[in-house]
C-alpha cells in the first residue's frame, strides 16, 4: 500500500507556472509508473503525464512542451512543473501510483487558471 499526497495547486494567471508536488508514504524507486491525471468539471478524468522507473516520460499532447514530470527518489516525490499554464488547464490535478495492478491515488490539488 501506499498513500499520497499532492500539493502546489493554486491560482494562477494564464501564462504563469506553478509546480505540483506528490510525496509518497513510502519509497517509490520500485513502482514501474508514476503519473499526474487531471479532472476538469463535466469531464473525465485523462492522462497529463507519466514517468517510468527508467526515466521515460509521456505527455498528453495538450501539455507537450509546456509541462515536465519528474521523480525524486530520495524524496519519494513526483513533480509536474507547469509553464505557460492556459485557462484550460483549470482541473482537480491527481498523483497516481501502479502497484501490483492495483491503482492509487491522492486527494488531488485544484489548479485554476484565470484568463
Known amino acids: 500500500q501506499i498513500q499520497l499526497v499532492e500539493s502546489g495547486g493554486g491560482l494562477v494567471q494564464a501564462g504563469g507556472s506553478l509546480r505540483l508536488s506528490c510525496t509518497a508514504s513510502?519509497?517509490?524507486?520500485?513502482?514501474?509508473?508514476m503519473a499526474w491525471y487531471r479532472q476538469a468539471p463535466g469531464k473525465q478524468r485523462e492522462l497529463v503525464a507519466n514517468i517510468r522507473r527508467i526515466g521515460n516520460t509521456n505527455y498528453a499532447d495538450s501539455v507537450k512542451g509546456r509541462f515536465t514530470i519528474s521523480l525524486d527518489n530520495a524524496k519519494n516525490t513526483v513533480y509536474l512543473q507547469m509553464n505557460s499554464l492556459k485557462s484550460e488547464d483549470t482541473a482537480v490535478y491527481y498523483c497516481?501510483?501502479?502497484?501490483?495492478?492495483?491503482?492509487?491515488w491522492g486527494q488531488g490539488t485544484q489548479v485554476t487558471v484565470s484568463s
Open positions: 497516481n501510483a501502479v502497484i501490483d495492478y492495483k491503482w492509487y
Open positions: 513510502r519509497s517509490i524507486s520500485s513502482i514501474n509508473t
